[in-house]
């Protein structure tokens, strides 16, 4: 194991270099003289909310995509709204899901405290996922540092860039390639699906009216999720939902995936031969999701003199 993570480091420092992105904008020293303890005050408060509850460590990796994916990754999707700005959280894909924004708000203040009006909140978000998934058992990644935040959000983005859980494959590969992703990213990105949990609204209409699902596999989330009512029961997203591994791509060949987008991947289409090797090699599966988050987290961050690093991640400095 330890091979294997120096090689994520080597290969995290060789991706960078590939991508082009200068030093002069994200570097993964970025705070190594401004505020050393960074770094360790992020993963200490992540260990200590995801020790508290398990599913903290999902919710803040899909935290960091959600950001990501609208706009780029500038902690946009943190921002409050306010008499003049109507942001990312009330958006459908957001409300009333989206969560860990009192995690990120814990890490803040002890940053403030150490290293005033230094670390950005798009840097903790993009480290806070990183240190989510290896206190859940899985790979490490290089995170390059430097993202200033967002001064303001969009609703409207937030509410059509958002893949949904209802999209078929092509219009999967449509929204990823759209952020510069490759169809094979896309899958490697879906293995986040690995951990945390959905509510039964999300996936009533799968297990209920699909036909390439395992029957018996089914019967057994019906149980806590009913035709109607219960639209907030959670049900684990894979078997091993406690754990960053691969098990996710273990049942999408067993036609246990839990979301309709998530089955789509091994459904008879070109994303199948690569779910198959997933779902046999965790190492090559922990390698590229490394990669792919590296990719993610480099989405359109503003740098420079750009945007502004909030004191407080829900509100811009000069509400």
């Known amino acids: 194991m330890a091979f294997f993570s120096s090689s994520i480091l080597s290969f995290s420092t060789l991706f960078l270099f590939m991508l082009g992105i200068a030093s002069a904008q994200l570097s993964s020293n970025f705070y190594s003289s401004s505020c050393p303890t960074a770094l360790s005050i992020i993963q200490g408060a992540v260990n200590t909310a995801v020790s508290k509850e398990n599913r903290m460590g999902a919710s803040l990796l899909r935290l960091h995509f959600h950001d990501c994916f609208v706009n780029g990754c500038d902690a946009s999707v943190l921002l409050d709204d306010t008499t003049n700005l109507k942001g990312e959280k009330t958006a459908v894909p957001n409300s009333k899901s989206l969560r860990g924004y009192e995690v990120i708000d814990t890490i803040k203040s002890q940053l403030e405290r150490q290293c005033p009006g230094v670390v950005s909140c798009a840097d903790i978000l993009a480290v806070a996922a990183r240190d989510s998934v290896v206190k859940l058992g899985g790979t490490t990644w290089t995170v390059p540092l430097g993202r ?65 699902i395992d029957a018996n596999f089914a019967a057994s989330i019906k149980k806590n999720c009913p035709s109607t009512g219960g639209d907030t029961n959670l049900s684990p997203l894979d078997q091993t939902a406690r754990v960053f591994d691969n098990t996710y791509f273990k049942d999408l060949v067993k036609k246990k995936g839990l979301m309709h987008s998530d089955q789509q991947l091994f459904n008879g289409g070109s994303t199948v031969s690569q779910v198959n090797t997933y779902s046999q090699n965790s190492a090559k599966f922990f390698y590229d999701f490394g990669c792919a988050m590296i990719k993610m987290g480099n989405l359109s961050p503003l740098t420079g003199s750009k945007g502004e690093i909030r004191t407080n991640c829900r509100k811009t400095n000069c509400y």
């Open 148 to 212: 200033r935040d967002a001064t303001t959000a969009s609703f409207n983005d937030a509410s059509k860039d958002l893949p949904s859980p209802n999209l078929d494959l092509s219009a999967l590969k449509s929204a990823f390639r759209k952020k510069g992703f490759t169809a094979s990213e896309m899958v490697t990105l879906s293995g986040g699906h690995t951990i945390g949990q959905v509510q039964c609204k999300i996936i009533r209409p799968r297990i209920y009216n699909e036909k390439n």
